[in-house]
């Protein structure tokens, strides 16, 4: 790694391998599937060799169901929102082709609980747009619809009619003012206010499918946010929202070191907070452009 001031914070990553697959969430915990994909994607773009992020691979199949879905926990099988992270983290692996194809499926056959939004509705958003929810019979938020466009575009379903609606879902939930928050627009006429991370979530979705005009204002709120972001979410996120619109301000490495070198004041990130941005400094780009 010719890059010292990262190859630390790769070195911290792989602290949270497990001896028999996969990653835990914290220095000394147990497995969890989230974790492991995040971890893999992260390692993935530093240029490992494939062959040593296999065990991880395999390991996020041993959270499959036999209806595709990865739960976030054996004992709660409706946690599937990790499913589209085990899709992207399988990506390219010949041996793990008919895993990621059921969890493709599933994603495709499964959406959160929508209805037709009645008039005296105190949430302006369309509730009747399909998208994807973090567990079953819940609505659809931008975090889980986003991530799960995202893997459907990288692995060849881009165009599909889920692909297409869950687009149209993601700009409906677009603030007029610009950004993204967990889902809602409007609340008892109150606009809400925007998330860098659902915002570089929704903008890495949508790049490639949309026209910039739709998400100028997006694009700008994200970019005024930058200089003021350190947390690993935001930053990350916020670094590949831009990235996926050719936006990537050229401070981005500085940011993301200044933002990792903070753990040691606060401690050590978790771990999928540690491959976000690890991620994101290999990453000019969006995830899909990556993937």
């Known amino acids: 790694m010719q890059n010292k001031p990262i190859a630390q914070h790769i070195d911290r990553l792989w602290e949270r391998a497990l001896p028999e697959g996969g990653f835990a969430e914290k220095i000394g915990g147990n497995y ?7 971890a893999v994607l992260a390692l993935s773009a530093t240029g490992i060799k494939d062959d040593h992020l296999e065990p991880s691979r395999d390991r996020l199949k041993t959270s499959q169901l036999n209806d595709g879905r990865i739960c976030a926990l054996p004992e709660l099988p409706d946690s599937y929102w990790t499913t589209p992270l085990a899709i992207l983290a399988w990506q390219g692996s010949a041996y793990l082709r008919d895993a990621q194809s059921q969890a493709i499926e599933f994603l495709i056959h499964t959406t959160g609980r929508h209805w037709n939004r009645k008039d005296d509705s105190p949430a302006a958003h369309d509730t009747s747009i399909h998208g994807w929810s973090w567990i079953a019979n819940t609505h659809s938020w931008v975090e889980p619809t986003a991530l799960s466009l995202i893997a459907l575009q990288v692995t060849g379903y881009g165009t599909h009619q889920r692909a297409n609606e869950a687009a149209h879902m993601l700009l409906d939930r677009q603030l007029s003012h610009g950004g993204w928050n967990y889902g809602n627009t409007t609340v008892f006429d109150q606009e809400l206010r925007p998330m860098p ?8 979705a949508l790049a490639g499918r949309v026209a910039e005009e739709k998400v100028t204002r997006s694009l700008h709120y994200l970019e005024s946010q930058t200089n003021k972001l350190c947390t690993p979410l935001s930053l990350g996120w916020g670094l590949l929202g831009l990235g996926a619109w050719g936006k990537r301000p050229d401070h981005a490495e500085k940011r993301i070191l200044e933002s990792l070198n903070l753990q040691k004041r606060y401690g050590n990130y978790d771990t999928s907070l540690l491959a976000i941005l690890i991620l994101s400094f290999f990453l000019s780009g969006g995830i899909s452009d990556f993937c």
């Open 32 to 38: 969890r599937p989230d974790s492991t994909a995040w």
């Open 197 to 204: 991370e659902n915002t570089g979530m929704a903008l890495n």
